[in-house]
């Protein structure tokens, strides 16, 4: 028998404010904080364009299928990945897609994993993670309380992964993490489709990077020599693992937004689970049920300066941390918690936290060739330069007001 585990993560960032959009530049509330660095229209736009595209479509699509394939044996199984600041989007600007993904929730077939709230690197922060935690507390509450669930499988942003985040997850109370089958971990007879776990004991369920990114990358491209992909040949592939488990994770976004619903991917989603069917040793799960069902097959070990992500070739940090800028900013954001913390406001948390969203320093990137296309594709500003001086100045603004903020009139 193997288990195909679909996962599906969706998340959009608050995007900053240019300096000199920014205005007044004299003493603010607390609650004037989030309007003032984050360009509130922006956002709203391109949420309503992701949710026109993507998040509507796809939900009502996979609601569908997971209905009309309810009764079966082996019934259509999917897990969703929320990050908080989507969904604070959604509660503004499309509360009937949370609604969507409530239904989803109430058959008993979709499983909400857990992660840290505003999609942040903080499980790098320190060896306490203590910020880590507050995120992923925040983030598990919201999903109790949206869809009913509490959250038992962790995804940290970016599948960022190492031995002590492992560590820190199994101390949190969750049964299992996923994380990116990278090469290396995958020496001798290993192969990614199995359960393994870390020095911790937490059970670890590795992302398919091939078979993931046939769907998220490679569906619509001419010139791979798998194209055109049919969901009877994608069940073939399948079918042909004779693994235990297979997880199949991508971005939300490239069903319709990334991928466009003209190039047919709506229409193989729909005709997978008929096509998967055929074949007896295949079945849906969700990532809970993986890890209850398939015995630990070994051991990975990642240590703290070998952390693995599913981002660019490297698969390591390099996506948010390669560069000079973007540690220069990931260190001026570790470095204003005390001076966040002395406020005592939750307004000033939030912003800080907001700031932390992996999105704005991954805009630093000045990576070349492909890594380097994706980076640009995804940022709203156009160049590295402007969002390197929209973080700084947004990071270093926020300093001077926390500062100073106990003598505010």
Not at 48 to 73: N, Q, S, W
Not at 342 to 352: L, P, Y
């Amino acid at each position: 028998m193997t288990l195909i585990v679909p996962f599906f993560f969706a998340h959009q960032p608050l995007r900053l404010r240019a300096p000199e959009e920014r205005r007044p530049a004299g003493p603010l509330a607390p609650g004037q904080l989030e309007e003032y660095y984050f360009d509130d229209a922006l956002n709203r736009d391109i949420f309503l364009k992701v949710a026109h595209r993507c998040y509507f479509p796809a939900t009502r699509l996979i609601l569908d299928m997971v209905r009309r394939h309810a009764g079966r044996e082996k019934p259509f199984r999917v897990a969703y990945g929320l990050s908080g600041t989507l969904l604070d989007q959604a509660r503004r600007d499309a509360p009937d897609l949370l609604d969507l993904w409530k239904e989803l929730a109430d058959t008993g077939l979709v499983e909400f994993t857990g992660e840290t709230y505003y999609h942040s690197l903080a499980g790098l922060f320190d060896d306490a993670r203590l910020e880590f935690r507050a995120q992923a507390a925040q983030h598990r509450e919201a999903i109790r309380s949206l869809f009913g669930q509490t959250p038992a499988v962790f995804r940290n942003t970016e599948m960022l992964y190492n031995d002590a985040i492992a560590a820190a997850v199994q101390d949190m109370g969750y049964r299992g993490i996923m994380t990116e089958g990278v090469d290396w971990l995958m020496a001798g007879w290993r192969s990614p489709d199995f359960v393994y776990q870390s020095p911790c004991g937490l059970p670890v369920l590795l992302r398919n990077y091939r078979l993931s990114d046939d769907l998220g990358y490679r569906f619509a491209d001419r010139s791979w020599d798998g194209y055109p992909l049919t969901a009877e040949k994608f069940a073939g592939w399948l079918a042909g693992n004779t693994d235990p488990v297979v997880l199949l994770a991508l971005d939300y976004e490239a069903l319709g937004e990334h991928i466009g619903a003209d190039t047919g991917i709506f229409d193989f989603l729909a005709a997978l689970p008929d096509q998967t069917a055929r074949f007896p040793q295949l079945e849906w799960a969700t990532p809970s049920q993986a890890i209850a069902r398939i015995s630990p097959s070994g051991q990975v070990d990642v240590p703290i300066f070998s952390t693995i992500s599913w981002a660019d070739r490297e698969r390591d940090t390099s996506a948010w941390l390669g560069n000079e800028m973007q540690q220069f900013c990931y260190e001026e954001l570790k470095r204003l918690e005390p001076l966040v913390a002395a406020t005592g406001d939750a307004d000033f948390r939030r912003v800080w936290r907001l700031m932390q969203t992996s999105d704005h320093l991954y805009y630093l990137s000045d990576k070349a060739m492909s890594d380097g296309d994706v980076h640009q594709y995804f940022s709203a500003y156009g160049t590295v330069v402007e969002a390197f001086v929209r973080l700084h100045t947004a990071v270093y603004d926020l300093k001077r007001r926390a500062e100073r903020y106990d003598r505010l009139p």
